[in-house]
């Protein structure tokens, strides 16, 4: 998997040097909101203490689902936003492998 993401990174950086000034920033990532994320999504906390993505190897796997399936999402929201075939292709690959990692940790969760 590691494999994967390390390419997957070569490629999106290429394809923002290419696209220049038209690419899109890199957003900031701020992984407390994961935590605050996981237990609004329930309503209430997770665990006791809150849950951290940190906190240990089960919390972060669960953590690298969620990220996994938000890769899916944005892939696939973007798709109908790029009009240049080969960017296109290279989202929809990755988008795919996204969704083979989200595959590959909710297995190793359940």
């Given amino acids: 998997m590691l494999w994967h993401v ?16 038209a690419a ?3 957003p900031l990532i701020n992984l407390t909101a994961v935590s605050t994320g996981a237990n609004a ?13 940190a906190a240990n190897d089960l919390a ?5 689902f969620l990220f996994e399936d938000v890769g899916v999402t944005a892939y696939n929201g973007a798709a109908p ?13 990755i988008g795919l492998i996204e969704a083979y990692h989200a595959g590959i940790v909710s297995h190793q969760l359940c």
Avoid at 81 to 93: E, G, M, Q, R, V
């Fill in 24 to 26: 899109v920033s890199q």
């Fill in 81 to 93: 936003l790029i009009s240049d075939k080969t960017f296109l292709s290279d989202a929809i690959s």
């Fill in 60 to 64: 972060g796997m669960v953590t690298a």
């Fill in 6 to 21: 390390q390419t997957r990174v070569v490629a999106v950086s290429q394809s923002m040097l290419f696209a220049g000034s």
């Fill in 41 to 53: 999504a329930l309503g209430r906390e997770l665990c006791c203490p809150p849950f951290s993505y």
